[in-house]
């Protein structure tokens, strides 16, 4: 195992089913849902037959939610109890840890505060509330991507430079696109199946504790 230089190295994660134990996005629907819109939307995105982005604001907009419905909803969200041992060894080393979402900023940081992190760089794309409806903005939507509703090279891109050493772990579609650019990537379910079938490399991964293990190796 090589070891890494950590002042060269930047952490990308994803939240949803890399962070997150669920989708939390998901968890939503069937409970703030008004009707069945959002399960075609859903089996839709599932075939590949849309993108995030028309997934995501169709499914938001059959939706009817109170902040503190949301907000309880959220208080039952549990994160793999790995991510804050390993936020904590990458801080201790002074590493970079990123958080790329295609889930939205208010979701990401109240889950987190309730957990007790606190300080991570997210890019997510964002809501806010009005009155019981949730409205979204795309800031980094890309037109060129069919794929997501925050395209996350951009964003991974604009925080390294030429001589990083950049790992990315996430599971989904929307985690293809940023995990290309990668020197390292940790891998599992969508995102590990595309990777097998382009012959891409990439570690298999169950849980952060994996990748808790690797990183013991590598710092
Ligand atoms: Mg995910
Ligand atoms: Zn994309």
Redesign the pocket.
Known sequence: MKIINPDKCVVFF?????IATCDVFDSMLPVFSRNNIWVKLEKAWEAGKIGSYKCLKGQLSGMVITNPALDSHLSSIKLDPYFKKLVKALSSKKIKVIILSDNFDYILKRILHIHGIRGLKIYANKLHFRSNRLVALFPYRNQKCEICAHCKTKNLLANVSGDSKIIYI???RT?ICPAQYADIVFAKDSLLKHFQDKKLACFAYKSLKDIYAYFKGVF
């Open positions: 994803d939240f949803d089913n890399t996430g599971d989904g985690d």
